[in-house]
Antibody
Framework: QLQLQESGPGLVKPSETLSLTCTVS????????WGWIRQPPGKGLEWIAS???????YYNPSLKSRVAMSVDRSKNQFSLKVNSVTAADTAVYYC???????????????WGQGTMVTVSS | DIQMTQSPSTLSASVGDRVTITCRAS??????LAWFQQRAGTAPKVLIY???NLESGVPSRFSGSGSGKEFTLTISSLQPDDFATYYC?????????FGQGTNVDIK
């Protein structure tokens, strides 16, 4: 059973860099896309980025200048960095397997439980 | 970006009711649409993918239909576990985008 678990600091200061890691267990990171989605308190879902296990990332244009996503196959992990954060980046951050239109075309089919990140001094 | 618009935003219903939620895309997305259920404090859970395919383990009272720009999620007989927020999401083209959500609460 594939499982995803987010990890990272729960509190980040304004103007600093938010760094999160998603650890994939119960299966290999190879052969799939992987993504990040966030949800500000009381609001809806926003897709941030997706990356193939050995390919180029796709970023949401609304965040593209501040975001970087990477994969570490040796650790079965993928990561997200958001720089120059503000209070608007306060959200629950989810990692997910992103099948998109490949394979069975299942889209964002497996999610982590999410991790709350607060941007505050 | 493709805009996804759900209606209604809030829906009050009773156990046993048939419930329908609509999702409209600003341009055609073929059948590349998913529906998610999110209970308070938990991660979204996929119910339907490719517009009408039921995810494994999801009760058969959930169904999805549509193609192109208009899609529906139907719950045939609402159960107590179904009171939650529902989101549609297109994955036809990046950036993936979500509807604003439909909150299904108890009448």
């Amino acid at each position: 059973q594939l499982q995803l678990q987010e990890s990272g600091p729960g509190l980040v200061k304004p103007s600093e860099t938010l760094s999160l890691t998603c650890t994939v267990s119960g299966g290999a990171i190879n052969s799939y896309y992987w993504g990040w989605i966030r949800q500000p308190p009381g609001k809806g879902l926003e897709w941030i980025a997706s990356i193939y296990y050995d390919g180029s990332p796709y970023y949401n244009p609304s965040l593209k200048s501040r975001v970087a996503m990477s994969v570490d196959r040796s650790k079965n992990q993928f990561s997200l960095k958001v720089n120059s954060v503000t209070a608007a980046d306060t959200a629950v951050y989810y990692c997910a397997r992103d099948q998109g239109t490949t394979g069975r075309g299942g889209g964002l089919d497996i999610w982590g439980q999410g991790t709350m990140v607060t941007v505050s001094s | 970006d493709i805009q996804m618009t759900q209606s209604p935003s809030t829906l009050s219903a009773s156990v046993g009711d048939r419930v329908t939620i609509t999702c409209r895309a600003s341009q055609s997305i073929g059948g590349w649409l998913a529906w998610f259920q999110q209970r308070a404090g938990t991660a979204p859970k996929v119910l339907i993918y490719k517009a009408s395919n039921l995810e494994s383990g999801v009760p058969s009272r959930f169904s999805g239909s549509g193609s192109g720009k208009e899609f529906t999620l139907t719950i045939s007989s609402l159960q107590p576990d179904d009171f939650a927020t529902y989101y549609c999401q297109q994955y036809n083209s990046y950036p993936w985008t979500f509807g604003q959500g439909t909150n299904v609460d108890i009448k």
